[in-house]
């Protein structure tokens, strides 16, 4: 049973435009959510993370929307730049810190066009 | 400061060998988190251990174990090795529980 689902393995967005990254989640117990970008060969990388009081965080050029009614959240990244061409991973932990570790979505690919 | 270090970065076993692997977490970080990723399963996680304890244990056979030492270091172990044990071993450092884990780069087995 997968309780965060990335349901696009794979997008393909022109350098310079929005990239739109999608996250839903079964678990109504979550309650802070991450996302880690990650390269071949290479551990994730920490991006963004928001808590489920809030429904939007902000770092730059990436933003996290959390919709709680929906269990969806999603990531944006404006302007997409060539070197963000990586796979993006979905996290989220539950009460008490996440005991029982992140639970993470498979996955998704997302390819800059020059 | 230095990121998580992971040792060794490729292993090759043969099945019903065992083996272990190393992380030296972000200095001042307590909590060692383990992961496995595989392509049909994804990130999964494997145990945390906090202060030396096992705070908590993923869905895997107990062939999986691991340890902490006092100066917070993690070693995993994975005994009687089986091919679909092959997979890449992240782990993963933070202040606390609750607090965002930073990743190392991984180790890679390959299980033949």
């Known amino acids: 049973d997968q309780q965060v689902k990335q349901n696009s393995p794979s997008l393909s967005v022109q350098e310079g435009r929005i990239s739109i990254l999608n996250c839903d989640y079964t678990?109504?117990?979550?309650?802070?959510f991450l996302w880690y970008k990650k390269y071949p060969a290479e551990g994730p990388t920490f991006l963004i993370s928001?808590?489920?009081?809030?429904d939007k965080n902000e770092d730059g050029r990436f933003t996290v929307f959390l919709n709680k009614s929906a269990k969806h959240l999603s990531l944006h990244i404006v302007p997409s730049q060539p070197g963000d061409s990586a796979v993006y991973f979905c996290?989220?932990?539950?009460?008490?810190?996440?005991?029982?570790?992140?639970?993470f979505g498979k996955g998704t690919h997302l390819i800059i066009q020059p | 400061k230095a990121g998580v270090t992971q040792t060794p970065r490729y292993l090759i076993k043969t099945r019903g060998q065992q083996v272990t692997l190393s992380c030296s977490p972000i200095?001042?970080?307590?909590?060692v988190s383990w992961y496995q990723q595989t392509p049909g399963q994804g990130l999964q996680f494997l145990f945390e251990y906090f202060s030396e304890t096992q705070r908590n244990k993923g869905n895997f056979p107990g062939r999986f174990s691991g340890r902490q030492f006092s100066n917070s270091r993690s070693e995993m172990n994975v005994s009687t090795l089986e091919l679909g044990d092959s997979a890449l071993y992240l782990c993963a450092s933070s202040l606390d529980r609750g607090e965002t884990q930073y990743f190392g780069p991984g180790t890679r087995l390959l299980v033949l």
């Open positions: 678990n109504s117990m979550f309650d802070y």
């Open positions: 200095s001042g970080h307590r909590s």
């Open positions: 996290a989220a932990s539950g009460p008490g810190g996440g005991a029982d570790g992140l639970t």
């Open positions: 928001i808590s489920s009081i809030k």
